[in-house]
């Protein structure tokens, strides 16, 4: 279980994490998801201890980091999976982790076998390609057992197979009830992977809920309405806008309706008298929600780009 509260980190004018308060569940995988610089990394160093809170609190099985009694065994991180000394093999750069955090040294082939790189164990870290650094690291995050697991993009610049590796396991994880907080920039990534979505953007909470939650609460849902008379859609649209929806005419019979649902539309059609040709509810993209959440967030936005604006109302508990 990790426990955010109030979280919040300044470095001089900048604020990287901002009042974030948030409680991370066991059992569950917990994507964290945000734009370049939103503030994901910090919150993983401020919950690992490797950077203080300039206020608020990050707890770890209710312990700040710094009071775990064996940190390892509490909580294993993936901040950088180039971490490990480029020498060492991977046995090696494992046992001498082991050692120094009073790990029994039979953990380390358990955790090289449960990664798949036992039959690398002897190879020098340095010559491992991406992919099996982020497996090493992961091996490392897993030496101490522990139940709260913390990735920082871990699927980062993995082949189709690795990230599908990554998925897995990290369900089987998650699966054994521990606490599993992994973070990207791609919401695509996380679809697939997380039970729940946290979207943070310039250190704030957007968004938590599941995947459809989210995306539902990024979204507005267009129903597209076609009909052959333009007198009669006339009519309907008039109806529409009366119960608050929101008309745009997209052609001479055409009409994209917000702010309602598709069953609302063809029930006000056929009261109406309306004969419609076309009546579909578009389904939105997860992309696409996640660009109008973080539309506002973007560090290094490219300017000119027509990003949607944004949509209320879905069951995500959406922050503003
Ligand atoms: N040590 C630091 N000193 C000053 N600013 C920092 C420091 N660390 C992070 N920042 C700033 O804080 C913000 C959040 O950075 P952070 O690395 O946590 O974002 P992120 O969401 O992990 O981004 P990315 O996906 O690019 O890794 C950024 O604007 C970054 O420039």
């Not at 000394?85 to 953990?107: E, K």
């Not at 578009?282 to 490219?302: I, P």
Request: glycine share 10%.
């Amino acid at each position: 279980m990790l426990t955010l509260r109030g979280l919040t980190k300044r470095y001089g004018e900048k604020t990287a994490v901002d009042d974030l308060t948030l409680d991370v569940a066991p059992g569950k995988v917990t994507g964290f998801l945000g734009p370049n610089g939103a503030g994901k990394s910090t919150t993983m160093r401020l919950i690992t201890g490797l950077d203080r809170p300039t206020s608020g609190s990050a707890l770890v099985q209710g312990r700040p980091y710094a009071r775990l009694d064996r940190p390892l065994r509490t909580v294993g991180a993936l901040l950088d999976a180039r971490a490990a000394h480029p020498r060492r093999t991977a046995y090696r750069h494992l046992l001498a982790m082991a050692r120094s955090n009073g790990i029994p040294a039979r953990r380390v082939p358990e955790v090289l076998e449960a990664v798949g790189l036992a039959d690398v164990a002897d190879k020098r870290a340095g010559s491992f390609s991406l992919g099996m650094s982020q497996r090493l690291g992961i091996a490392a995050a897993l030496l101490g057992d522990p139940a709260v697991l913390l990735l920082d993009e871990p699927v980062n610049g993995l082949d189709p197979d690795g990230v599908r590796w990554v998925r897995t396991f990290l369900r089987s994880l998650a699966d054994e009830g521990r606490t599993v907080f992994l973070s990207s920039h791609l919401m695509s990534e996380l679809e697939l992977t997380a039970d729940r979505v946290v979207v943070i953007g310039r250190g704030r909470l957007l968004a938590d809920g599941t995947v459809a939650d989210v995306v539902a609460a990024g979204t507005r849902r267009t129903v597209r309405v076609r009909g052959p008379e333009p007198g009669g859609l006339r009519l309907l649209a008039d109806r529409l806008a009366e119960a608050g929806a929101e008309v745009d005419w997209t052609g001479p019979n055409a009409l994209a309706v917000a702010g309602t649902s598709a069953e609302r539309v063809g029930d006000l059609a056929h009261r109406a008298h309306v004969r419609l040709h076309e009546l579909r509810a578009e389904e939105a993209s997860l992309e696409e929600a996640y660009l109008r959440l973080t539309s506002d967030s973007v560090e290094y936005a490219q300017t000119g780009g027509a990003v949607p604006d944004r949509a209320a109302a879905g069951e995500a508990e959406v922050v503003r």
